[in-house]
């Protein structure tokens, strides 16, 4: 098997960006080993080094600015982490949201209150 065969080769640097935010969902919630403390910290030097360097090469500076803030916000996760706190949240569009701030509300109208009517309705 062929180097080119068994390693990830992203198309692009926003490619690139989508598999780290893919790896680091998968491992956000082990337990913080030295072999994992490691391993993150390889992935944000290739953010902040390749990714940064390609992305303006590409001339995308706004997306090196999100690789950046990528590498920051997992550097944040290690200090929640190291001390000793859950960790929750995961990375979407390459920030760290927090998946229970987002309240899914499927019907806004309080029960016994009247919906104005719509012009339609009103022609009737």
Do not use: C
Not at 66 to 87: C, H, N, S, Y
Request: without cysteine; charged residues 30%.
């Amino acid at each position: 098997m062929a180097d080119q065969e068994r390693y990830y080769q992203p198309h692009d640097t926003k490619d690139a960006m989508r598999y780290v935010e893919k790896l680091f969902n998968q491992y956000k919630d082990a337990p913080l080993t030295d072999e994992l403390l490691r391993y993150n910290q390889k992935l944000m030097t290739y953010l902040t080094v390749s990714v940064v360097n390609e992305a303006q090469q590409e001339g995308q500076p706004e997306r090196a600015k999100t690789a950046q803030a990528m590498a920051q916000a997992m550097a944040e996760w290690v200090r929640i982490k190291a001390l000793g706190r859950p960790f929750v949240g995961e990375m979407r569009h390459f920030k760290i949201v927090d998946p229970r701030q987002h309240v899914h509300v499927k019907n806004r109208h309080v029960k016994g209150h009247k919906r104005q009517p719509t012009m339609r309705k009103m022609m009737r």
